[in-house]
């Protein structure tokens, strides 16, 4: 089990950036995705990083756009957010899990941090 926090959400335009940060109690050997859910929608997989550092981008629609990375001297792991739309409003999390980039078993959740997009 690990714990993990999230920040970095807030009101955006269209067309502009946010960087959201996920920090964990610990990162050695977990896997981190993100998600998001916004009301009335399903929860969807954004990307993903391995424990061994591979990167995957789940949603087609945030190729070319999002970018996750990490920093595990700090136990974060960011998605680098850029040209956004107002379809990309939604409360994202983190997640942790054992293993690879597969989108199950997510064990544990961020609080969620609300990211809107509008003008």
């Known amino acids: 089990q690990v714990q993990l926090v999230e920040s970095g959400g807030g009101m955006v335009q269209p067309g502009g950036s946010l960087r959201l940060s996920c920090t964990a109690s610990?990162?050695?050997?977990?896997?981190i995705g993100w998600f998001r859910q916004a009301p009335g929608n399903e929860r969807e997989g954004v990307s993903c990083?391995?424990?061994?550092?591979?990167?995957?981008t789940w949603a087609d629609s945030v190729k070319g756009r999002f970018t996750i990375s990490r920093d595990k001297a700090k136990n974060t792991v960011y998605l680098q957010m850029n040209s956004l739309k107002p379809e990309d409003t939604a409360v994202y999390y983190c997640?942790?899990?054992?293993?690879?980039?597969?989108?199950?078993?997510?064990?544990?959740w961020g609080q969620g941090t609300q990211v809107t997009v509008s003008s």
């Open positions: 997640a942790a899990r054992r293993g690879n980039c597969l989108m199950r078993d997510f064990g544990s």
């Open positions: 610990a990162l050695d050997g977990y896997t």
């Open positions: 990083i391995a424990s061994y550092g591979g990167k995957i």
